[in-house]
């Protein structure tokens, strides 16, 4: 008896607490150019915030911004709040169609199921009439990695109304994709009809052979047809490519590397060369620009030189630009190059091996052979009798950089001063971070999906190694997918890494 009284009592202190959910339509059988008006109304002590209206995209336009309405009621003390929310759905399809639960704490509404009958096929062809979308796609059948340029363009008479926001970018799965620009707009005549027209060009490269799926696009139009306001959806059709696997004939020990034209600069090309010295160094610049091609498409290049010159390289710099409707991937490869022996140096001659898509045919663009003339140093035939000369220890491996180090040596009191500098800064961060305050330069970084990350580097497939480490670097640092390829491609380990998932991605190799 004790215990139920308590249940009791339990019930009815914690009855204010519970959340009395619902939701419901004006309507739950229309056409596809009729509005769904949705609302959701929660009632209880809390204060609950506005539901996720994400979840009605697939099925679902949201045509109008949510109305708030709250009202609070005070009875013997007891706070009761009522909270409601009216929002208006345009329907993507005909079809049974179904708006899903909403939470609210530990309760859910029930989901409505919305039946969409198609339209009378003589208004669907004057809305044909009004407003259509064309995508065009080359080539039919490309390569791995290769460019795919889509054009989609939505034509629309002076009696639709249209956001061009709407007109998003493409996004899909397995690609990588380059909007080239913003959307253009234009004019377009065709007999008797003259109509306006939205552009959006994109290119997109495949990273993996096999079909790819360029999906359909949407935009929510509004047109007047006799009498009657219409809203709906207008959809372009999507489309199935072959994307063609790398070539038997192209050379196993080069990189993949399609594009339609490939051309190098070297900066040797235009240095003055003359009186060089051992113990010199000359900065060596090579630019290879690839058109129709992503600049983390451009493999390294192994840049050949005498056994007489010692190579440092820089980290590679990537940038892309837009070519009318093309892609233009630069890769910068710096290195500085130290002179250790006198006499005639031959720098040899450089190859880079590309496909032709177009063509289909194996290219290469050189890099042609250059003489340096060195003379030997004032202190000697060789570095090492410089570095001697300079009272300057060297090691076995790195007399180079000691030599270089001992031009540009500091006084005690500025290395001091530095240390003392970096120290504070890395103090200071350090408290900051314990601290729990902000990141102090922008935005703090957002935590990865870390659900997602470990299932793709649960998976053996190489793809879902490469999109990993790009999604870890998104979620970092805050940048799109290809500045993450960029980033990846500009750190030597990490382009190499990249090149070979790529290599197994491309060949299409089997992982147990």
């Known amino acids: 008896m004790v215990k139920i009284a308590f249940t009791a009592v339990l019930l009815t202190i914690s009855a204010p607490l519970l959340a009395a959910v619902s939701a419901m339509v004006d309507q739950d059988k229309i056409d596809e150019t009729q509005v769904v008006m949705l609302s959701v109304a929660v009632s209880g002590s809390q204060n609950y915030s506005e539901p996720d209206w994400t979840v009605l995209d697939n099925d679902f336009h949201l045509a109008a911004r949510s109305q708030h309405r709250e009202n609070v009621e005070i009875v013997n003390g007891r706070v009761k709040r009522i909270l409601s929310w009216e929002v208006y759905l345009i329907p993507k399809r005909a079809g049974s169609l179904t708006i899903p639960s909403f939470r609210f704490g530990n309760e859910e509404t029930d989901p409505i199921t919305i039946v969409v009958s198609e339209i009378d096929p003589e208004l669907r062809r004057q809305i044909n009439e009004h407003v259509f979308f064309e995508t ?13 340029h889509v054009t989609r363009r939505l ?24 909007e080239i620009g913003d959307v253009k707009r234009s004019f377009s005549v065709r007999g008797d009809s003259h109509h306006n027209v939205l552009i959006r060009r994109s290119v997109v490269f495949a990273e993996r052979s096999g079909e790819l799926t360029i999906p359909a696009s949407q935009v929510l139009v509004r047109l007047s047809i006799g009498t009657r306001d219409v809203t709906l959806p207008i959809f372009s059709e999507s489309k199935v490519l072959r994307i063609l696997p790398i070539p038997n004939d192209y050379p196993v020990d080069q990189n993949w590397f399609p594009a339609s034209d490939v051309r190098i600069s070297d900066s040797l090309d235009t240095s003055d060369l003359e009186g060089l010295s051992v113990g010199d160094s000359i900065l060596r610049e090579v630019e290879i620009t690839a058109i129709d091609s992503h600049s983390t498409g451009i493999p390294e290049v192994v840049l050949n030189t005498h056994d007489s010159i010692r190579q440092y390289p820089d980290p590679p710099q ?64 060789s570095v090492e009798d410089q570095a001697v000369g300079a009272n300057v220890p060297l090691g076995s491996e790195q007399d180079a950089e000691n030599l270089a180090s001992s031009r540009f040596l500091l006084p005690p009191w500025q290395v001091l001063v530095f240390l003392c500098v970096f120290l504070g800064l890395m103090v200071a961060l350090l408290v900051l971070f314990v601290s729990r305050r902000h990141w102090p330069f922008g935005k703090e970084p957002m935590a990865p999906a870390i659900g997602l990350i470990r299932k793709r580097l649960k998976s053996r497939h190489p793809s879902e190694v490469k999109n990993a480490m790009a999604d870890w670097l998104v979620a970092h640092l805050q940048v799109t997918r290809v500045e993450a390829l960029q980033i990846l491609s500009s750190n030597v380990e990490a382009e190499r890494i990249l090149n070979h998932l790529n290599e197994s991605i491309f060949n299409e190799r089997q992982y147990t």
């Open 136 to 148: 065009t796609i080359t080539p039919q059948e490309p390569y791995v990695q290769a460019a795919i």
């Open 155 to 178: 034509y629309y008479s002076n009696s639709v109304q249209v956001r061009p926001e709407q007109f998003g970018p493409l996004s899909i799965e397995e690609a990588l994709v380059v």
């Open 318 to 381: 990537l940038s892309d630009a837009a070519l009318v409707d093309s892609v233009v991937g630069k890769r910068v490869q710096s290195e500085t190059l130290l002179l250790t022996k006198p006499g005639a140096v031959e720098i040899p001659q450089t190859e880079v091996t590309w496909w032709d898509p177009q063509d289909k045919q194996i290219k290469q663009t050189i890099i042609e052979p250059r003489v340096i003339n060195v003379a030997s140093g004032l202190l000697g035939d």
